[in-house]
Each structure stands twice: as C-alpha cells, then as structure tokens.
C-alpha cells in the first residue's frame, strides 16, 4: 500500500475509534471504500503501533494515549 494512502486510513480509523468504543474492518472498509483486507491490516498496524487494541469479538478499540483525559476519582 501507498504511504499517503495507508496514513490517510490510519487518520480516518483513528478518528472513527475517538467515536466509538470499538470498530470493525467492516465498518472502516465501508466509509473508506476500501477492500475488508485493507481496513483489517490498517487496524492491525494501528495494534502494533499501540494506538488500538484487538478484542477476542474481532473490533478493535482504542487504547488510554497518555495525552489523552482520563477520569480520576480522589
């Protein structure tokens, strides 16, 4: 895949995961008019990176960034 291309649905499933708890492949490869394939692999990268996590379900959710606000009770 293209550098510009695979960072374009890098951004655009970040974006869906700041929405929503979790998201699949299907959903990402419908919005961004990609093959299942592709949306899967971006997601995975996004996995190795560490900006999302696989759940046993087959979605995948976003992981606590340090930059991002967290609830603290006390």
Known sequence: MHEPLQSELEG???TMLFQAKSITP???ADRA???WFVARDV???LVR???AAALKSGRYART???DTP???KG
């Open 43 to 45: 997601l995975e990268g």
């Open 64 to 66: 606590q960034q340090p």
């Open 70 to 72: 967290t609830d603290s």
């Open 26 to 28: 299907f959903r990402l």
């Open 33 to 35: 008019n990609v093959d």
């Open 12 to 14: 655009l499933a970040l």
């Open 49 to 51: 990176k560490g900006h």
